[in-house]
């Protein structure tokens, strides 16, 4: 009986220590030139998206990065190091399309024509982008901070463009 007592603790134990953990620093946390952004990562949609985004926050790859992308009415992109649109981490990703619909504050990851050339360039929708589902892997939603995406300056580059200050993970 204390064998079992023991074990079913100890079971316990895990289930909470992990239930937790799948709960914990699911959050991107965007301080930009025009305030902050909270994503909510969604890792039951793409979890080797939200780990590499995790990885490169973690490793202050966005810090200091532009917006170098930002068309009103349709998307704000960033995540590139060298402000051209064409840099990246150098680690591409596998594609991991859904059907999640792509409506106001959707994250989605950037490519090129490839579907597998995912890398470190991400966009954030400034309205519903139903074109889009399907064809590029959502990996977040914006949670709050929407009116500081609104806020984004536009442009192809623009001519004085925004930045993320920092890019963290939190609880």
Request: charged share 15%; proline share 5%.
């Amino acid at each position: 009986m204390r064998i079992f007592l023991t074990a079913l603790t100890g079971a316990c134990f895990l289930i909470m220590t992990n239930t937790a953990n799948a709960d914990s620093g699911q959050t991107l946390l965007l301080e930009t030139t025009k305030g902050q952004i909270e994503i909510k990562m969604l890792p039951e949609l793409a979890p080797n998206h939200v780990a590499r985004i995790t990885e490169l926050a973690n490793s202050g790859f966005y810090d200091g990065v532009i917006f170098h992308r930002v068309i009103p009415g349709f998307m704000a992109q960033t995540g590139d190091p060298d402000g051209t649109g064409m840099g990246g981490s150098g680690q591409k990703l596998d594609a991991e399309f859904t059907d999640y619909q792509y409506q106001v504050g959707t994250v989605g990851m950037a490519r090129a024509m490839n579907p597998n050339s995912g890398d470190s360039q991400f966009f954030i929708c400034f309205d519903g982008c139903g074109h889009l589902t399907g064809q590029y892997t959502v990996w977040g939603q914006v949670e709050r901070g929407m009116e500081n995406v609104y806020n984004i300056t536009p442009g192809e580059p623009p001519a004085s463009p925004d930045q993320i200050i920092s890019a963290k993970i939190i609880d």
